[in-house]
């Protein structure tokens, strides 16, 4: 038993003695001496409409390819231990089953009470990352976001996890993940072409595999560098926060509530644009991260980037970036917006007032 292993099994929450008593007793009351069912994963809607031969053949070739939920394994790497995979999952089964589920479709337990939903990683679409509008995140992405959590949302913060730890649960996250979007392509060729051809899971395999090398390299930098926020740059980035587009959907108070605020995100669930005001920065409390939320888009959501549309005024991203986070101190000094607009600073210096304001959000 690995260390990872042994610490997956003794972490987990101890009941009284009394408690557990009770609890067992009546767990034997109802179900009997018989075993909990192992866990499986599910095949996905799109495979589930093909005929039984068909659906067969994709289990199959998702088993020898990507495992079974008793067995998983890295799609494309037999170098990757088996038992750090097997870890990976203990932490997962133990700490993230019950929001995103066996498969990693999203659909846990306990998944149908939140909002926003937990992520289906069957899509390989993550919101939060440090990529272009549409790629795939780097490995560093989803370290990030497990340790961080995603503040404002269900998902909680697990830097108190080893390091080893958090290794292994975003190696069993990609397992799933991989698992999701092989399934994905051979759901469609299924589709399309009534077969499978012999050939095909190899390319299909080489394709997912692909998306995801090319992901570790080509992180968003800024266009410009940083400057130090001041009132001209938080004015700047208010004037752009009304006439770029961000107030008609963020409202011009940045509380987000407008009619048009009301979309549906790639998952098919309703979504809508943050309020700003909460101070919630779920994509990370850093200016370089509401910079590539503001450059590149998020993932999966309506929200675009705005790096082509203000490619001839680059700098007006910071400025943005810092009018996001005077909006987002408002209600963390006290001074909630009333309905409109939010009224501008007048006094401020590069180093206090709405300079600091900016910062702080940080």
Avoid at 254 to 271: A, I, K, L, M, Y
């Amino acid at each position: 038993m690995t260390f990872s292993q042994f610490r997956a099994r003794t972490l987990r929450p101890r009941w009284p003695l009394w408690l557990a008593a009770g609890a067992g007793a009546v767990v034997i009351g109802v179900a009997g001496c018989t075993r909990a069912p192992e866990p499986e994963f599910v095949s996905s809607d799109a495979v589930k409409k093909l005929s039984p031969e068909l659906q067969s053949r994709v289990v199959a070739i998702l088993d020898e390819n990507c495992g079974t939920a008793a067995g998983p394994k890295m799609l494309g790497d037999q170098k990757m231990e088996s038992e750090h995979v097997k870890a990976g999952q203990a932490l997962y089964m133990e700490n993230c089953v019950r929001c995103h589920g066996v498969t990693g479709d999203g659909n846990g337990p306990v998944a149908k009470f939140m909002r926003p939903r937990p992520r289906d990683y069957r899509k390989g679409i993550f919101k939060f990352t440090t990529r272009p509008y549409g790629s795939r995140p780097r490995r560093a992405d989803l370290l990030r976001t497990v340790r961080r959590g995603i503040p404002g949302t269900s998902m909680p913060s697990f830097r108190l996890l080893p390091d080893a730890d958090i290794e292994a649960l975003v190696d069993y996250v990609l397992v799933l993940t991989h698992r999701g979007e092989l399934e994905s392509e051979l759901a469609i060729e299924a589709d399309s072409s009534n077969e499978i051809a012999a050939g095909f899971p190899a390319e299909a395999t080489a394709s997912v595999l692909q998306r995801w090398k090319t992901a570790e390299s080509g992180e968003v930098q800024a266009l410009t560098p940083m400057p130090v926020f001041g009132v001209e740059n938080v004015k700047r980035g208010r004037q752009a926060f009304l006439t770029k587009g961000c107030s008609k959907c963020h409202g011009e108070d940045g509380r987000g509530q407008t009619r048009d605020n009301n979309f549906v995100d790639s998952w098919g669930f309703q979504t809508r644009a943050a309020d700003l005001t909460s101070g919630l920065l779920h994509g990370g409390p850093e200016p370089i991260d509401v910079y590539r939320r503001v450059h590149s888009g998020i993932n999966g959501t309506p929200m675009p980037g705005f790096a082509s549309a203000l490619s001839k005024e680059p700098e007006t991203i910071w400025d943005l970036v810092s009018y996001v986070f005077y909006v987002s101190n408002r209600r963390r000094e006290k001074e909630i917006p009333p309905a409109g607009p939010i009224p501008q600073p007048v006094t401020a210096s590069a180093n206090g007032g709405a300079a600091t304001s900016a910062k702080s959000g940080s």
